[in-house]
């Protein structure tokens, strides 16, 4: 699916002044598979259209699923006439220098290159990655997952004169594979397919999946190896609650008036960055913003946040390109999308000995906030947890519900490991992240 710029330029021009359009085109190819076997794959096209237009100091917001003119009146005329009904904007001070689309439209957007092995996009790829992994773990072991290829035509126009567009590709796999009532699983992500390492996993299935006793449950506290896909979730869900730019003026964060002071470990440092090409790059937001290389944490001290155009005062006065869509269900408040936490010096056994004993986390699952002033969430561990006795794997451990401040474990990290895994989130495009080992504290085990 490709998005016409006369589209773009016919809808613009029947809204009318004031109008921004940001146009999302969803290409997904997907294979399932459960019990070893595929059980679904189909494609999935949508075009989504987010129309919003600003006159008189008021704004109003809608969405269509297509750019057919006779539509595009009819939400004009409707959000026209919602105009009258709403109360204005904020003050224009608010709003930072960077309230017009005008200026953000003189800096360049970074050229993004779609993957041709995502763009032509070839079920028998598929059924090849789904076959070699099945082929490759034991016989006693059974298979679930799935395969998804993703291209997303991407356009942010305005009646002013902006039109940014970009195709952006992406590949997965999450194999989870079980054996005698115990799962272990594998998630790899890539722009580009050809660089995802398909053979490895059933290695690393294999090996989580080792032969060792069960164990009864540890109550209190002990230190924590949380291995990358769970560090993925902890991170990306501390940036969400804590690292945007309104969030941070309003005082809703709790790093809220702490710039230049030490919210973290000392061992963390933290960047936003939609160029970077080890997460999966993008090159402006849904307002048009540039995306910028952003530093929010260096070596444990907060150093910036995240803005959109109406936060933009708070980044100089340019927004770092973290605006989200309007409607979007995650909230309207920009939060980071780019993250990537810079690696340590530690290896994956180096961590393990240090760890000594203490539970050993692949992946946490249900991280939800309960209440995100005091980063206070809840969440299980899923897939292969084990206990650890003097840096060794001697059991696996049943699964724990934990609730703590991610802030408070953020300040207990001890090590991190030297390997970093690019992950995803549903409200974030790409997490990069190694291994971090957390004193006995923060987290306690019920």
């Given at each position: 699916?490709?998005?016409?710029?006369?589209?773009?330029?016919?809808?613009?021009?029947?809204?009318?002044?004031?109008?921004?359009?940001?146009?999302?085109?969803?290409?997904?190819?997907?294979?399932?598979?459960?019990?070893?076997?595929?059980?679904?794959?189909?494609?999935?096209?949508?075009?989504?259209?987010?129309?919003?237009?600003?006159?008189?100091?008021?704004?109003?917001?809608?969405?269509?699923?297509?750019?057919?003119?006779?539509?595009?009146?009819?939400?004009?005329?409707?959000?026209?006439?919602?105009?009258?009904?709403?109360?204005?904007?904020?003050?224009?001070?608010?709003?930072?220098?960077?309230?017009?689309?005008?200026?953000?439209?003189?800096?360049?957007?970074?050229?993004?290159?779609?993957?041709?092995?995502?763009?032509?996009?070839?079920?028998?790829?598929?059924?090849?990655?789904?076959a070699r992994v099945r082929?490759?773990?034991?016989?006693?072991?059974?298979?679930?997952?799935?395969?998804?290829?993703?291209?997303?035509?991407?356009?942010?126009?305005?009646?002013?004169?902006?039109?940014?567009?970009?195709?952006?590709?992406?590949?997965?796999?999450?194999?989870?594979?079980?054996?005698?009532?115990?799962?272990?699983?594998?998630?790899?992500?890539?722009?580009?397919?050809?660089?995802?390492?398909?053979?490895?996993?059933?290695?690393?299935?294999?090996?989580?999946?080792?032969?060792?006793?069960?164990?009864?449950?540890?109550?209190?506290?002990?230190?924590?190896?949380?291995?990358?896909?769970?560090?993925?979730?902890?991170?990306?869900?501390?940036?969400?609650?804590?690292?945007?730019?309104?969030?941070?003026?309003?005082?809703?964060?709790?790093?809220?008036?702490?710039?230049?002071?030490?919210?973290?470990?000392?061992?963390?440092?933290?960047?936003?960055?939609?160029?970077?090409?080890?997460?999966?790059?993008?090159?402006?937001?849904?307002?048009?913003?540039?995306?910028?290389?952003?530093?929010?944490?260096?070596?444990?001290?907060?150093?910036?946040?995240?803005?959109?155009?109406?936060?933009?005062?708070?980044?100089?006065?340019?927004?770092?390109?973290?605006?989200?869509?309007?409607?979007w269900r995650f909230g309207?408040?920009?939060?980071?999308?780019?993250?990537?936490?810079?690696?340590?010096?530690?290896?994956?056994?180096e961590l393990l000995t240090?760890?000594?004993?203490?539970?050993?986390?692949?992946?946490?699952?249900?991280?939800?906030?309960?209440?995100?002033?005091?980063?206070?969430?809840?969440?299980?561990?899923?897939?292969?947890?084990?206990?650890?006795?003097?840096?060794?794997?001697?059991?696996?451990?049943?699964?724990?519900?934990?609730?703590?401040?991610?802030?408070?474990?953020?300040?207990?990290?001890?090590?991190?490991?030297?390997?970093?895994?690019?992950?995803?989130?549903?409200?974030?495009?790409?997490?990069?992240?190694?291994?971090?080992?957390?004193?006995?504290?923060?987290?306690?085990?019920?």
């Amino acid at each position: 699916m490709s998005i016409d710029q006369a589209q773009i330029e016919q809808a613009l021009e029947i809204v009318g002044e004031g109008t921004r359009l940001d146009v999302l085109g969803e290409n997904a190819d997907l294979l399932r598979y459960a019990e070893s076997a595929i059980t679904a794959q189909h494609s999935e096209r949508r075009l989504r259209v987010r129309v919003r237009i600003t006159r008189d100091g008021r704004a109003a917001a809608g969405t269509l699923e297509t750019l057919n003119p006779q539509a595009v009146r009819t939400l004009a005329g409707r959000l026209t006439a919602a105009l009258t009904e709403l109360p204005p904007l904020p003050a224009q001070a608010e709003w930072g220098e960077a309230g017009h689309s005008a200026r953000t439209a003189r800096a360049e957007a970074p050229v993004i290159v779609p993957a041709p092995s995502v763009l032509e996009s070839d079920p028998a790829v598929r059924h090849r990655w789904f076959a070699r992994v099945r082929d490759g773990l034991d016989a006693s072991m059974t298979l679930g997952g799935a395969i998804r290829y993703d291209v997303l035509d991407r356009v942010v126009a305005d009646s002013d004169g902006l039109f940014r567009a970009e195709t952006l590709t992406k590949a997965s796999i999450q194999a989870i594979a079980k054996q005698d009532g115990r799962s272990a699983s594998v998630k790899l992500v890539h722009w580009d397919a050809d660089r995802i390492p398909v053979d490895e996993i059933p290695g690393r299935l294999r090996e989580a999946l080792m032969p060792l006793p069960g164990r009864e449950p540890h109550h209190g506290t002990c230190r924590v190896l949380l291995k990358p896909q769970a560090v993925n979730s902890l991170i990306a869900t501390y940036g969400y609650a804590a690292l945007g730019a309104n969030q941070y003026a309003t005082g809703r964060s709790v790093v809220a008036g702490r710039m230049g002071e030490r919210v973290v470990g000392e061992l963390l440092t933290l960047v936003d960055d939609g160029g970077d090409p080890d997460g999966l790059p993008s090159g402006f937001d849904a307002e048009g913003n540039v995306r910028r290389r952003t530093t929010l944490i260096e070596n444990g001290m907060l150093t910036g946040v995240v803005s959109d155009q109406r936060r933009a005062g708070l980044t100089d006065g340019v927004p770092t390109g973290h605006a989200v869509p309007d409607g979007w269900r995650f909230g309207g408040d920009p939060v980071p999308s780019h993250l990537l936490l810079s690696p340590g010096e530690s290896t994956e056994d180096e961590l393990l000995t240090e760890c000594g004993s203490g539970l050993v986390v692949n992946r946490l699952d249900y991280l939800r906030v309960l209440h995100p002033k005091q980063t206070l969430v809840t969440g299980t561990t899923r897939d292969a947890t084990y206990w650890a006795e003097d840096g060794k794997l001697v059991g696996w451990h049943p699964q724990v519900r934990f609730t703590f401040r991610m802030d408070e474990v953020l300040n207990a990290v001890l090590a991190v490991g030297s390997v970093r895994e690019r992950c995803d989130q549903t409200f974030m495009e790409s997490v990069v992240v190694p291994s971090l080992l957390i004193d006995a504290g923060p987290l306690v085990i019920p």
